[in-house]
């Protein structure tokens, strides 16, 4: 429920009004008069407050995430208060091998590896839990070529892209970085798991001649297309320990090899040189990488705490990702319109009125201390907009909303349909501003223009489309350069957040005003 609590107004008799946009002249009747002493009311309406029993605020169950972001989430934990996140990730490749056929020959092929990387800190749990990953070649595509729209989400059945026969290997890890070789380290911050394919000698030494044998047939030129049908990919699975949960930033196909030196003169060193080996030993060259172009794709086992479902029966509305709950919020909009249109004929018949801004703020409460202590936080960003019904798109077509569209399309907030909120931790909170445009697009082309049975306007069930909103937990990137910017907006996968939203003190401050002539 939203109850009506004051509305300030400010009111400029005379008003010395100096027009911004318009040239000035002495002809009165031309618009742009430079001098004008009729009447400006300003309004500041802050009357729109939820209370705590609301079903305006609550909480909105999810059950996938699409495969819109590059990070990979590896591992299992179980944390009092939070839930539990259970998380594995299969993947396709992009081909990135160049080989030097002159340096590397067939029998100095070694074997071939998936190397996974993942930043020092880039984990949730305990440092020192065993942990073990068990790798899988995939006998199906998540994608087929051309087929780059369609989202793959992360409810899929690994068991519809693998076989458990076609196991690779296995390997025991910890996320800490004491006691491990420097092989194993960079000075980027990353830090590797690896594990070769097969078991055997032989069977390691049969995969490295696959791959050998691919890249000279392909005559050094390797496809995309060629690739997946050579190799579909991998499914990397937690198959021991639930202790810790891995942050993945790259995932990569390497193949291991000696290759021969220059001596130099740039000359192929041969057998007669004594002075330096002829081989460089303990090499490797990257022949796959996962990549925009390539699908991930995670797959996700989450479920909330008890404690987190009691609240939401309660009425409360917590956020929690990954997978688990957004936000839901019903937006005041017919009573902003409904107020707006009505401060338009206080005046008289000459009123002309303007809606200046609108902003929402959002706080949140308190995190809870064992949450906090554990180093849980906020989502970095909340996106906010319609849960369903239409919208008007930027060439203004009438276009459904949904959020599956949203990262499909791979839209970004536009100021209209779309806004997102960086999480403000000096104020717990977060701004939405801007708003004051969703209502101008409502009120010029009413997307979801619903009619009653006789043909007449049903505004009511228009606003409920435009009321129905959603918070969504997102990661927010920019890039730029010299010509141009872009934001990209993909579901947040960075580490657990939790947010609990502080439904009494959400504010929405409306800024108007009208001109009577």
Not at 169 to 174: E, L, M, Q
């Amino acid at each position: 429920m939203i109850d009506v609590m004051k509305r300030n107004r400010i009111f400029l008799l005379p008003l010395l009004f100096i027009a911004a946009f318009c040239s000035c002249n002495d002809d009165s009747g031309t618009i742009g008069f430079s001098v004008d002493t009729t009447s400006l009311t300003i309004y500041i309406d802050s009357s729109y407050v939820y209370s705590q029993q609301s079903d305006s605020v609550s909480t909105y169950p999810v059950d996938s995430l699409p495969n819109r972001t590059i990070v990979q989430m590896l591992g299992e934990v179980v944390i009092p208060g939070y839930g539990t996140v259970k998380a594995d990730y299969l993947t396709q490749f992009y081909p990135v091998a160049e080989f030097d056929t002159n340096l590397v020959k067939l029998d100095m092929i070694d074997s071939v590896g998936v190397e996974i990387a993942f930043q020092y800190n880039s984990f949730f749990g305990d440092s020192l839990a065993p942990m073990q990953l068990t790798v899988y070649q995939l006998n199906s595509l998540l994608r087929e070529d051309g087929n780059v729209r369609e989202p793959i989400y992360s409810n899929l059945n690994p068991a519809d892209y693998y076989d458990p026969a076609d196991k690779l290997g296995s390997s025991f890890y910890v996320a800490s970085t004491q006691s491990y070789p420097d092989s194993l380290l960079d000075d980027n911050g990353y830090r590797f798991i690896k594990q070769v394919f097969g078991t055997t000698a032989a069977e390691k030494k049969e995969w490295a001649r696959k791959f050998y044998d691919f890249y000279l047939q392909s005559g050094g030129n390797i496809t995309t297309s060629a690739m997946n049908q050579f190799f579909k990919g991998l499914y990397i699975t937690n198959t021991f320990g639930r202790g810790t949960l891995l942050y993945i930033v790259s995932t990569a196909v390497v193949v291991y090899h000696r290759t021969y030196a220059y001596d130099s003169s740039g000359a192929l060193k041969t057998v007669s040189d004594d002075s330096d080996a002829l081989y460089v030993e303990n090499t490797s060259t990257t022949y796959l990488m996962t990549s925009y172009e390539a699908p991930t794709i995670n797959h996700i086992t989450a479920q909330a705490a008890p404690e987190v479902d009691a609240l939401r029966a309660q009425g409360e509305a917590v956020m929690q990702s990954p997978q688990m709950y957004d936000g839901a919020i019903t937006f005041p909009t017919a009573r902003i319109i409904e107020t707006f249109n009505s401060s338009r004929s206080l005046g008289s018949t000459d009123t002309v009125g303007v809606l200046n801004t609108i902003n929402m703020t959002i706080p949140l409460k308190p995190m809870p201390e064992e949450l906090e202590a554990l180093g849980i936080v906020p989502p970095p960003y909340l996106l906010l907009m319609r849960k369903g019904g239409n919208a008007t798109s930027s060439t203004n077509a009438i276009v459904p909303m949904n959020l599956e569209e949203f990262y499909a399309d791979r839209l970004i907030n536009d100021d209209k349909n779309y806004f997102y909120a960086a999480y403000d931790e000096a104020s717990n909170s977060y701004t939405f501003t801007g708003l004051q445009n969703y209502i101008m697009n409502i009120f010029q082309y009413d997307p979801n223009d619903i009619l009653n049975p006789d043909g007449s306007l049903n505004p009511a069930a228009d606003y409920a489309y435009d009321s129905d909103m959603i918070l969504v937990p997102v990661t927010v990137s920019k890039t730029s350069s010299s010509y141009s910017s872009e934001t990209n907006i993909v579901p947040y996968l960075g580490g657990l957040t939790y947010a609990h939203i502080d439904n009494e003190n959400i504010r929405i401050q409306v800024v108007y005003s009208t001109k009577v002539y």
